[in-house]
């Protein structure tokens, strides 16, 4: 059983950074992709970044690109999202996901991912 926790999350002012963290277990993620998506109060679910477990390709949302940095480290099975120049848009609940191979693209929507933690908020201030 996969088991996704993410922590991290807080308020901050706005041009401010923070790392979230996402601890996977329950199985070895080799072939594996971990997201990070989001959820603001009254919007859908959207994809903000993705990591192949295996060589560590990504790929980002264009709303986070060039401010949000996604990595993992294998030793401790543990993704990240590190977040710069936070925006009040930013503003949500984030959660990491798994989707489970094959997978030959990222993916970027909610609903191809398999496994999901139950998240962690983020609040960014004016």
């Known amino acids: 059983q996969v088991q996704l926790v993410e922590s991290g999350g807080g308020l901050v002012q706005a041009g401010g950074s923070l790392r979230l963290s996402c601890a996977a277990s329950?199985?070895?993620?080799?072939?594996?992709?971990l997201g990070w998506l989001r959820q603001a109060p009254g919007k859908e679910r959207e994809f903000v970044a993705a990591?192949?477990?295996?060589?560590?390709?990504?790929i980002y949302a264009d709303s986070v690109k060039g401010r949000f940095t996604i990595s993992r480290d294998n030793a401790k099975n543990t993704v990240y999202l590190q977040m710069s120049s936070l925006k009040p848009e930013d503003t949500a609940v984030y959660y990491c996901?798994?989707?489970?191979?094959?997978?030959?693209?990222?993916?970027?929507?909610?609903?191809?991912?398999?496994?999901w933690g139950p998240g962690t908020q983020v609040t960014v201030s004016t």
């Open positions: 996901a798994a989707d489970e191979p094959p997978t030959a693209v990222l993916p970027m929507t909610s609903y191809e991912y398999d496994y």
């Open positions: 990591i192949r477990w295996s060589g560590g390709e990504t």
């Open positions: 329950g199985r070895t993620f080799s072939g594996y992709i």
